[in-house]
């Protein structure tokens, strides 16, 4: 399996972004899916997760600001971010939620978004 995330980079703070994450060599469709994120110095976090069949779940930190959702048909899943503050500094990964704090894929490159003025 192959997760491939893009779409970050430089945005000033009160700005937004979309992240993709395209999925490949996986039953897609009927996986739950997550975006993390592991700003510098910090442990990596999920802060978004939907299920298979589109129930949404995210981290107080975001809530209001984030948006998860899939394309099953593209495997392809997306996370909307607005009102971006310079916390949200990270580099953004995808993965597969499993159990209470596991994950069922190897990480790949994520993608970095800089929130800075």
């Known amino acids: 399996v192959q997760l491939q995330a893009s779409g970050g980079g430089l945005v000033q703070p009160g700005g937004s972004l979309r992240l993709s994450c395209v999925v490949s060599?996986?039953?897609?469709?009927?996986?739950?899916m997550g975006w993390y994120r592991q700003a510098p110095g910090k442990q990596r976090e999920l802060v978004a997760s939907i299920t298979s069949v589109g129930s949404t779940n995210y981290v107080d930190s975001v809530k209001g600001r984030f948006t998860i959702s899939r394309d099953n048909a593209k495997n392809t899943m997306y996370l909307q971010m607005s009102s971006l503050k310079p916390d949200d500094t990270a580099v953004y990964y995808c993965?597969?939620?499993?159990?209470?704090?596991?994950?069922?894929?190897?990480w790949g490159q994520g993608t970095l978004v800089t929130v800075s003025s």
């Open positions: 993965n597969a939620p499993y159990g209470s704090s596991g994950y069922r894929y190897s």
């Open positions: 060599g996986s039953i897609f469709s009927i996986r739950d």
